[in-house]
């Protein structure tokens, strides 16, 4: 594909654009790369000056800078067709997508397949091997089973939703348009729901639902689990990570992004826009606000207002927690000079 067609795909989205100096020069572009290990006939991108001093030895044939004269300028002097954009990480993403398709069945229901005559199953639908579809469930067009799935009773699957190969989707459950449940992911399963006694713990049954809204993505080996009574929701457009916990009865807002290791107890809420990241645990009730961020392996037990950033266990503010960390550093002095002191007044 030449750049200028790539230029084409792109728009408006690329506000400054240049082939060099040769207005003839238009280079072939075959793929994508990360620019370290870029080469001829590869586009990169970098995403601000940090990275800058890459442009001054790839060997990418075409870059997409930020909005900086001064990567644009050395882009230039180096030969390489570049483009400008306020977001290169954007722009690269689509891009990739020029380059790559993820593979997509043919419709067709595999004769290994098993499926209830109860089940209705919508147009174009790929059902794969030894996929088990129990009663009254419902599939709709345009989705993808992969092989060994296993789907139980009167589950809801939208349109274009696709489930990867063995995960697993719990009685009752709803998953809305477009969603994409990786891998060994289990949705609606049994919450941790268990009642001390004097002769040990009483399962409490969990007979609530467990909903995800449309474009919900849940990564390999997670969980969503269902509840006592009322539901688990997880909001349109959230995207989660491998190997996340979500507890019964957790409310996750829209647009939320939870990274690997996540774990939160039940009944915890998050607003719109929450970003979790890796390794943050969440004791149970616990409601964070709009916007906020919890930085990697932050143990949050209090509520968290809209747009805070908390780091740290259990977690405070961030600016609190990087001068709490600089203290943190300086204790062996600290220490040795109160000894000093105690020393000095006989204490």
Same mark, same amino acid.
């Given at each position: 594909?030449?750049?200028?067609e790539i230029l ?6 690329? +506000? ?101 005559? +109860? ?56 998953i809305g348009a ?13 919450g941790f729901g268990?009642?001390? +006694? ?114 740290? +266990? ?34």
């Amino acid at each position: 594909m030449k750049f200028s067609e790539i230029l084409n795909q792109f728009g408006d989205a690329a +506000t400054v654009h240049s082939l060099s100096d040769n207005p003839n020069y238009d280079p072939e572009i075959t793929g994508v790369a990360a620019i370290d290990e870029a080469t001829n006939g590869n586009l990169s991108y970098v995403e601000g000056a940090k990275f800058g001093s890459f442009v001054g030895k790839t060997n990418a044939s075409v870059l997409i800078l930020p909005q900086d004269k001064n990567l644009q300028a050395l882009a230039q002097e180096r030969g390489i067709a570049w483009l400008s954009t306020p977001e290169p990480r954007l722009l690269f993403a689509k891009a990739i997508a020029l380059f790559y398709q993820p593979y997509r069945p043919t419709p067709e229901i595999h004769p290994t397949a098993v499926i209830h005559p +109860t089940a209705k199953i919508g147009s174009d639908v790929y059902i794969g091997p030894h996929v088990a579809i129990e009663r009254r469930v419902e599939v709709g067009n345009g989705a993808i089973i992969y092989p060994n799935v296993v789907v139980y009773p009167d589950v809801k699957i939208g349109d274009r939703t696709i489930l990867h190969a063995n995960c697993t989707i719990h009685e009752r459950s709803q998953i809305g348009a477009d969603c994409v449940i990786h891998s060994g992911a289990v949705i609606g399963a049994e919450g941790f729901g268990f009642v001390p +006694t004097r002769t040990g713990w009483l399962k409490m049954e969990q007979s609530g639902y467990t909903v995800l809204e449309d474009g919900v993505v849940v990564g390999c080996n997670s969980g969503v689990d269902r509840p006592a009574v009322g539901e688990t929701r997880v909001g349109q457009n959230t995207v989660i990570d491998n190997l996340v916990q979500i507890g019964h009865g957790c409310q996750i807002g829209t647009g939320c992004a939870i990274a690997g290791q996540v774990g939160m107890a039940g009944g915890v809420k998050l607003g719109n826009r929450v970003i979790l990241a890796g390794q943050v645990g969440i004791v149970n009730q616990v409601k964070m606000g709009d916007g906020a961020i919890a930085s990697a392996q932050a143990g949050i037990h209090n509520d968290v207002p809209p747009r805070e950033i908390v780091s740290g +266990t259990p977690a405070v503010p961030h600016k609190l927690y990087l001068k709490v960390s600089a203290i943190h550093n300086r204790l062996p002095d600290i220490y040795q000079s109160l000894k000093q002191l105690q020393r000095k007044f006989k204490v």
